[in-house]
């Protein structure tokens, strides 16, 4: 662990003893998660909008996928020279469908497949390395 | 509420800046040639509209605030007209349209001019461009980095996981709406393409490839409405507006738009189309099977194939079926954009309700020429925009 990692983002994710956890919150009267946090729930259902803390993390399976055969306009940062990579939509077993990142190569993916969350580089920059969250197929 | 009719309707053809068509008109000029064709039509004096319903569009026109009807009424004359601006991402014309009918409908105006112009920037459509870890679009973009249509490839790609379908059947999605765009003399594609040219096209975002999604192009749109009595000192045959309906997405709604959504066991990834052709179906009193044909937004070949099952038009898994048997063809028994369709105009973003309305009027006229859908007598319209609005239009003859 030569290099210094940081996210590219500050507040929104953090690595916690080699675990991703992604920080959203919950409203503690209907249970709907959020990520980012949200000042307040959303759910028109809900009369008693209550939010908390909630951290997200963990398991899920891989609804779809896409690729980027080409690089994203800013403010996407990537390390030259662009390599294609994949954009997995994932329902996790803690309740939200989330977009991210894929390790893996464009053909290895499968939809339905089993994936894990994990935070990873997303480009270099002053010596350091940007993380993101990502998903792993397992 | 009284019945409201379409008598007239004109459009600018569709194109891209800088080429024969289009060429640096502005959008000022477009909507000019589209307004005069549908008062021709309409034979209708610009005197005699009482107020109007423009889309807004933020990428042209408009002194910089999306006051694009204000722009029209000032290039055909100050007539101190009421000027409605709606701004709704790409539903705009959808929603000028519906206010123009629910201002005729409930007797405020008699006869009014709804509009849809657009001079599209070049390349993809740029996002928010907020630099903020508030803006979900910029951490969308710097945490992951989706491409526009990686958006739509998403789709496609759960699609072909759930009903097998192929890459040649959305190729041939495209195959077919060129075919139709031959016989439109509006259209800014009007060659024919084999299966061989879109499958040899290049990937834009795998699974879906350059000719299965559409462009952004430059373009206008008019239609003159009014009330069914005014209609008649016009022409004998008004085209019937049976219901316009405007609808936003519920919190429900399973497509991934932001960077996580709550997972609900709703199976509808498109709740404001879905919410905006229902609604229209109950308030017209007309079901999917009576309508004759859909011009629908087809900002890619997926929706074509997604859409009318969402709708209840065809059964969930049954779109690539009646597809490859031509039944989405002008002449099959569930014809889908026999304009051509977005693949084949390319997307002047707020003029596309308005352009369905025309097309929805050639139509049910019998004036499709070669595209025209055999004994047309109901048609359904519907639009999609940014931020979870949509809208659909019922038209009758
Ligand atoms: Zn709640």
Redesign the pocket.
Known sequence: MSEERVPCVEGLFSEENGVAVLHGSK?S????PYFPRSAA?H?PD?D???MEDFDFGGKGVLWSYSVADFPPPPPHKFDQPFVPYVMGVVDLDCGLRLIAQMVEKPEEVKVDAQVQLIIDTLYHEDGKALTTWKFKQI | MREVAVIGVGMHRFGKTGDDIVGTKSVGELCRTAVDAALKDAGVKWKQIQAVAAASSRFSGGKGWGLNGNDVVEDLGSTGVPVYNMSAGCAAGGNAFNVGYSMVAGGVYDIMLVVGGEVMPKGMIQTSGVEEATDPEFLRQRCIGMPGPSFWSTLARRRMFEYGTTEEQFSQVAVKARQCSVHNPNARFQKAISLEDVMNSPYVSNPLRLFQICPVSNGAAAAIICSAEVARQFTSKPITVATSTVATMTFDDMLPRGLADPITDCPNLHTEAQNAVTSAFERSAIGPGDISFTELQDNTCYYELAFPEEWGLCKPGESERLLMAGETTPTGSMPINPSGGFVSFGEATTAMGVFQIAELTWQLRGQAGGRQVPDAKVGLAQTLGLGGNATAAILKR
């Open positions: 409203c009267n209907c249970q709907t729930c759910n809900c008693d909008s209550n």
